[in-house]
């Protein structure tokens, strides 16, 4: 069973003296900057002169400065860009003002996993990664409550990094939840084969493949979109709230024999297979590799797979329900 922690595993008193610089003021950065600032921490953003999260910043009562000046000012350094600028920011406006006393902290592993960045020995290391987004992180806390979080030391050169980790991780209130310990690694490795083969590969396809197979069926497109897409959400809120097993008891007995006579006629040894390759890739390097490539090649294959998903017959039909839909608009 996995190790967690609570408010009482973490000394907030620890940050204390500390200077935390959030370098990008994204959804995440914003939510965990606005959290450890009402915890009564010190807080610099680091954010892009001119973009929409600068003015954000300052918004929020922050005064953005480059990445150099904060790292310079700083105690910890949370690095919350997205991962395929995480190494460039570090080698440019980090690396040259990490001292020994400092800490690096994450909220996913992908730079430290598959060595894009490389600290020096004498500073730590940690993870802390809230499970929801930036805006749940900061409704929580708002609420007095937290959201459940995961916690990896890397490097402990000051021999308190974790007390460190968890002490960061109580200024989000995430201890008021639960803080589950794990590895740089472990994260990295299930984050990506839970997006990939799961969460957004396994599912994109999945609604693409039964809309299609009801469409040539000569179903209308209009019925098909309904069936394996809008309705998704109503299965995976139960899924969320009560477990597997807690849907079947909320659906139909009709649905309910459907999923367990035929599900694993769709999920067949074959697509395990294909599970068990794409957790090898990850774990290889393989995938991170392609990955960094792609983005030092301008991303091509990205860009053209992506307009390809947006010209499927799905997503042409689901801008015209949607519209007749007015509660699902923000």
């Known amino acids: 069973m996995a190790k967690i922690y609570y408010d009482q595993d973490a000394d907030l008193e620890l940050l204390k003296d500390k200077t935390i610089a959030i370098i990008g003021y994204g959804i995440q950065g914003r939510g965990q900057a606005l959290c450890l600032r009402d ?6 953003i680091s954010e892009l002169e001119g973009t ?12 953005p400065v480059s990445a150099a000046d904060a790292v310079k000012s700083a105690d910890i350094i949370q690095i919350l860009t997205q991962d395929h600028v995480q190494a460039k920011v570090y080698k440019e406006s ?38 929801g987004p930036g805006a ?17 030391v890397f490097q402990n050169g000051s021999g308190e990094a974790k007390q460190l980790a968890l002490a ?10 639960g803080v589950i310990e794990t590895t740089f690694d472990e994260e990295t490795e299930t984050d990506l084969f839970g ?40 299965i995976t809120d139960l899924i969320q709230e009560t477990g597997i097993s807690g849907m079947r008891r909320r659906v139909s007995n009709t649905a309910c024999y459907g999923d367990l006579s035929r599900g694993p006629k769709i999920i067949t ?7 068990k390759k794409l957790l090898k890739d990850i774990k290889s390097g393989k995938f991170a590799r392609e990955w960094i490539k792609e983005n030092e ?6 860009n053209e797979l992506l307009k390809k998903g947006d010209e499927h017959q799905i997503e042409k039909v689901g801008k015209q329900l949607r519209e007749m839909m007015p509660w699902m608009r923000k």
Do not use: W
């Open 39 to 44: 915890s009564g921490c010190r807080v610099i």
């Open 52 to 63: 929409p999260n600068y003015e954000q910043a300052k918004q929020d009562g922050f005064v």
């Open 94 to 131: 980090i690396r040259p003002y990490l001292k020994k006393g400092k800490a690096l902290c994450f909220s996913h592993g992908f730079n430290i996993r598959f060595k894009q960045i490389k600290p020096p020995k004498n500073v730590d290391v940690f993870m802390i990664a809230p499970k």
């Open 136 to 152: 749940l992180v900061r409704r929580m806390y708002e609420e007095g409550k937290g959201v459940p979080s995961l916690v990896a």
């Open 168 to 177: 960061y991780a109580k200024a989000l209130r995430a201890t008021k939840a």
């Open 195 to 234: 997006e990939q083969a799961v969460l957004c590969g396994g599912v994109t396809e999945l609604i693409k493949a039964g809309f299609d197979t009801l469409v040539e069926a000569g179903y209308q497109p209009e019925i098909a979109y309904f069936e394996v897409l809008h309705e998704l959400k109503l």
């Open 269 to 275: 040894e074959k697509t395990r297979k294909a599970m």
């Open 297 to 302: 090649a301008g991303r091509p294959v990205f």
